[in-house]
């Protein structure tokens, strides 16, 4: 539809980096999420991200599976190349992308019912394998194409929007990407931008799995029984011809947080999310000490934010893999095709 087209005109004094690119270079269409929504914020830190990276749109592949977050690639690295994947099929597809063209940066963009439901034997082989990708999840922990229900990654004793209690064990993505090998496992939030984008440069600039979870609240599903602006209430009082569905804009949730800080950042329902920074001598060298320092303040109901564990020496599956250093598709018929001889070696040597 023609509304979601930006104007092609541009200022001409917008700044350039060093590969001649503005910043509206690196966006894409205009945004269908809820206003306020988490997830806009971090579509924007990625492009604020790539545009300080000095990064060729035309070098970066973005993948997604299903849901709201995965619609996300639309907005953003418009002049990328991207694919849109079945739900929580996005790292395999990645995989297969990777090996095909190591070339090209790998950008994965998921979300919590896509990763940790449907798509959780895909994120964990993803990790365990080292496929040098840049895997974001945008965390709210509802399904919000479907009405808000809980997410594998909802906290036990939370409550929905009905006032339903949440009594399932939630799935900690960091706690798995750090058991299972991933190189680069940070952590973050959609309303504090300073943090988030160099958190991303450093996953695009990583030579392994690197994964970023970003805490990204839901606008959509915070009206509850009794509000007299709630959508059931004025369904209930009102005298209408349709049934048509309207997200009211909401303001955006930004913090602005020193290093070993704790915030308490109210929600749009009311509810508090307390956010703790890491601590300036904190060492995100050690992967055990990573998992023991994050449950540990888990217990005291803060959510750890920052860079947790990064390896400066990692590796990815083409250096397990031994693979071709040029992508598949410039290879010719004398190095797809060896000849007998090649063949054989390779049997004998599996022998």
């Not at 990708?133 to 929905?160: C, H, P, R, W």
């Not at 349709?242 to 949730?253: K, L």
Request: charged letters at 20%.
């Amino acid at each position: 539809m023609t509304y979601l087209a930006k104007p092609r005109l541009r200022h001409p004094t917008l700044a350039t980096n060093k590969v001649g690119y503005t910043r509206r270079d690196y966006e894409g269409k205009i945004s269908t999420l809820c206003a306020g929504c988490g997830h806009d914020s971090i579509s924007a830190a990625i492009i604020e991200a790539c545009w300080e990276l000095d990064i060729e749109p035309h070098r970066v592949a973005k993948l997604s599976g299903i849901g709201c977050s995965s619609k996300t690639p639309d907005y953003f690295l418009g002049a990328s190349h991207g694919f849109n994947t079945v739900h929580g099929r996005m790292p395999s597809v990645l995989t297969g992308a990777n090996l095909a063209n190591r070339d090209l940066l790998y950008l994965g963009v998921s979300g919590d019912g896509d990763s940790a439901s449907i798509g959780l034997g895909q994120f964990a082989h993803a990790m365990r394998r080292g496929v040098r990708m840049a895997y974001i999840v945008e965390n709210n922990g509802v399904y919000g194409l479907t009405k808000g229900q809980f997410s594998a990654t909802a906290d036990q004793g939370s409550k929905s929007k009905k006032g339903v209690v949440n009594t399932d064990s939630p799935v900690d993505l960091v706690a798995m990407a750090l058991q299972l090998g991933a190189s680069y496992v940070g952590r973050g939030f959609s309303g504090n931008k300073a943090q988030l984008v160099p958190l991303i440069k450093g996953a695009i600039s990583h030579g392994g799995a690197a994964f970023i979870d970003v805490i990204s609240p839901c606008v959509a599903f915070n009206n509850h029984p009794g509000s007299t602006k709630s959508y059931d209430y004025v369904r209930e009082h009102n005298e209408a011809v349709s049934r048509i569905d309207f997200i009211s804009g909401r303001e955006e949730i930004t913090v602005d947080m020193g290093a070993g800080e704790v915030v308490d950042v109210r929600q749009h329902d009311g509810t508090l999310l307390r956010l703790r920074s890491l601590h300036p001598d904190y060492d995100p060298s050690d992967r055990y000490a990573a998992m023991a320092y994050m449950q540990r303040h888990h217990e005291m109901g803060e959510v750890v934010t920052g860079l947790l564990y990064v390896d400066p020496l990692a590796t990815d599956l083409h250096t397990a893999l031994n693979t071709s250093d040029r992508p598949l598709n410039s290879l010719g018929p004398d190095q797809l095709c060896p000849g007998a001889q090649a063949l054989e070696r390779l049997n004998n040597s599996l022998r």
